[in-house]
């Protein structure tokens, strides 16, 4: 099986250029806001508030290393902390105005930058690409 061998070590060299690009574009468009940053703050965004502890879960991440991003965020105004009204013990994490702001333009900055990079594929390989990405990380989802 040397083709798959090729294959497969070709796709994780590509897929580690991809995440380093990722993290260097995360810079570029936010100088404050790193591509963990920028991950959890989306992750509130979505889910409307959560804890920490279901952050650090999620993401499979230590608890301090999403404390320290939390702490970072709140430094630069972009979340907040906000008493759950069913259970005063915990608090709920919400991106603040001023976040919400700086996520919407970092994320329509990155949906350009999609559109710019794959401008030129067809429909047929745009529906390709995103189906075995879809494919590749439910595969991911099942070891979990």
């Known amino acids: ?4 061998d090729t294959s497969i ?24 806001l790193s591509l963990v940053s ?10 409307h508030g959560c804890r920490a502890t279901d ?9 301090s290393t ?5 702490a970072a965020l709140e430094k630069l105004g972009f979340v907040e902390r906000r008493v759950d ?4 013990r915990v608090q709920v994490l919400h991106p603040t105005k001023k976040g919400a702001e700086v996520l919407a333009n970092v994320t329509a900055s990155r949906r350009q930058a999609f559109h710019e990079r794959l401008a030129d594929w067809d429909g047929g390989d745009l529906d390709r690409f995103a189906m075995y990405l879809q494919r590749y990380n439910a595969a991911q989802d099942r070891l979990d």
């Open 1 to 4: 099986m040397p083709h798959r």
């Open 9 to 32: 070590e070709t796709i994780q060299q590509e897929m580690t250029a991809f995440a380093r690009r990722a993290r260097a574009s995360a810079a570029r468009m936010h100088p404050e």
């Open 38 to 47: 920028y991950t959890l703050l989306a992750h509130l965004d979505d889910q």
């Open 55 to 63: 952050l650090a879960a999620h993401y499979l991440l230590d608890k």
């Open 66 to 70: 999403v404390s320290r991003q939390i």
């Open 85 to 88: 009204p069913d259970d005063q």
